[in-house]
């Protein structure tokens, strides 16, 4: 059962603090052994499939992240699992990895500059005369959600029922099972406009005490795709602004490149590409210019 989120006050339930049985498998059996060979695969097979290249730091990780599927597969070791995705045969299961070692930290309005920026652009097009009809945001990390849920407050608050639209993306279908049920808990709604938290958020009861739920209009606003951003396909169509935040931080040079060129050509004349504050495309790429601190215009 849940209720309209009304004078909500976030807080950290016992029960959402504590570790999930997944972290609590990871914990047991993250003493599990990987040699150099077999992790030096691991980096490469991540490459290849994603762009991102694990560092030699990211050992523990990998060993906590995976040892459960080991377990659960009957392997001995990381190479006999590597064997396993590696091969092309058990393409699920290297889906299942991906999803394990991709990095996927999240919550709700998230540099709140950006959402200030999305605010006066809607609020600058109606003055203009513009009803943000047809208007297309596209998360390109979308990661569990928060961030498409935080973009359609917003544009929900601005446009109203306007057709707009929002397309979110991420590499692990793990994420995405999570952002389409658009269910967290309680204490992740700390960044959320009170105002918002009443209007867009149902806050849980009984069973679902310490938990929110999206309303289930603002739900059906976000379309969620399966999306490696190494493959950027054309039937994405072009949009207005590009949310692409905190992500390449994980890429090398040349693959950042390879990366703004995609996203690039699906933004529209005069829209806009928004990064992650600790990021820059200074000497990346000329297709998109900079407007304001991680704020991209295409000309």
């Known amino acids: 059962m849940v209720k309209q989120a009304t004078n909500v006050k976030p807080g ?31 980096q490469a097979l991540l490459f290849e499939r994603v762009g991102i290249r694990l560092s030699s730091e990211k050992k523990a990780l990998l060993c906590g992240r995976l040892a459960k599927r080991l377990k659960e597969r009957g392997l001995r070791d990381y ?40 605010s006066r652009r809607l609020e600058e097009g109606k003055r203009a005369g513009a009803s943000g009809r047809g208007l297309r945001v596209w998360s390109a990390a979308c990661s569990s959600g928060e961030e498409p ?68 209009t603002l739900r059906e606003r976000v379309a969620f795709r399966h999306l490696n951003l190494m ?34 050509a699906r933004i529209k004349p005069g829209g806009h590409l928004l990064v992650g504050h600790s990021e820059s495309l200074n000497g990346i790429t000329n297709a998109i210019v900079a407007e304001a601190p991680a704020i991209y215009r295409k000309p």
Request: hydrophobic share 45%; with cysteine; aromatic share 10%.
């Open 12 to 42: 950290v339930s016992g029960a959402a603090a504590r570790p999930g049985p997944d972290q609590l498998m990871g914990m047991l059996y993250a003493h599990t052994s990987i040699s150099d060979a077999a992790f030096a695969h691991f």
């Open 79 to 118: 190479d006999e699992y590597y064997a396993l995705i590696a091969n092309g045969r058990d393409p699920a299961e290297l889906q299942i990895a991906i999803d394990l070692l991709t990095t996927n930290e999240t919550y709700f309005f998230r540099e709140p500059k950006h959402f200030e920026f999305l």
């Open 149 to 216: 849920y935080s973009i359609a407050m917003v544009l929900a608050e601005h446009l109203g029922g306007a057709p707009w639209e929002i397309m979110a993306s991420d590499v692990s279908t793990r994420m995405l099972e999570r952002a389409r049920v658009g269910h967290y808990a309680l204490e992740r709604a700390k960044g959320i406009p009170p105002e918002y938290l009443a209007t867009y958020c149902l806050k849980g009861v009984g069973k679902q005490e310490g938990t929110l739920l999206i309303e289930r």
């Open 231 to 264: 493959d950027v396909p054309a039937d994405l169509g072009t949009f207005d602004i590009v949310f692409l935040r905190n992500v390449l931080i994980y890429f090398d040079l040349e693959t950042k490149r390879k990366v703004i060129e995609r996203v690039a």
